[in-house]
Structure formats: C-alpha cells, structure tokens
C-alpha cells in the first residue's frame, strides 16, 4: 500500500507543475514599472514587463504589441522610443533575471539606438 502512495506522488507532483505552467502561460503580460522622460524632440519611455511565458517569444511581435497597447493607453507624443526590459515572471522580476531588453521605436519596431 505504502508502495503505491510512494509511486503516486510524483504524478501528483508532475500534474501541479503541469497546472502551474499552464495557469501562468495564460496571462499576457504586465506592465511592472514604467517611466517617461521627455524632451521638446524625444521621448523616452523604460517600460519593465513581465510576459508571463517559459516559451520562447517572438521579439518584434511582443514588442510591436506592447508599443501600440501602450500608445493607445497613453497618447501620443513626439518622437517616442521604448526600452522594454522583459522578466519571463513576476518571480523572475523579484529575483532580478532579465530575460531580455528590446529597444524600439514609436512603430513598435526594434532598433538599435535613438534616432534623433
């Protein structure tokens, strides 16, 4: 009987994990922190996110979504660029493992630096 119970647990086991990776991939993403900076011509806008997912992501898809989410959120403004610092879960944000930093313009589109 013990036997049983002992060749049980690891299912059991196997099934939470399966629930909680599943539960957590069906959040979208969340906005941790942000700031704005702006100037007359620039604005510069550090989004923190966690995008809730142990997949591998498409960079210019989520970004692309992000940006216009966000513009639709906030407005317009002048010349804006985003630096997106990604966590793949708020656990990974509290532990401070960066999954990835995307840069891109006011089109949602990935650059490499500011273009003033």
């Given amino acids: 009987m013990k036997k049983k119970k002992l060749l049980m647990l690891p299912a059991i086991l196997g099934l939470l994990l399966l629930a909680v990776f599943i539960l957590e991939e069906r959040k979208p993403y969340e906005v941790l922190h942000s700031t704005v900076m702006s100037a007359p011509n620039l604005t510069e806008n550090k989004l923190t996110i966690a995008i809730h997912t142990l997949l591998p992501v498409d960079r210019e898809k989520l970004a692309k979504e992000i940006v216009t989410n966000h513009q639709i959120l906030n407005g317009g403004r002048p010349n804006p660029y985003y630096e997106l610092e990604l966590y793949r ?28």
């Avoid at 401070?96 to 273009?115: A, R």
């Fill in 89 to 116: 879960t708020r656990l990974h944000y509290q532990f401070e493992i960066v999954y990835d930093t995307i840069l891109c313009n006011g089109d949602g589109e990935i650059v490499s630096e500011i273009e003033l």
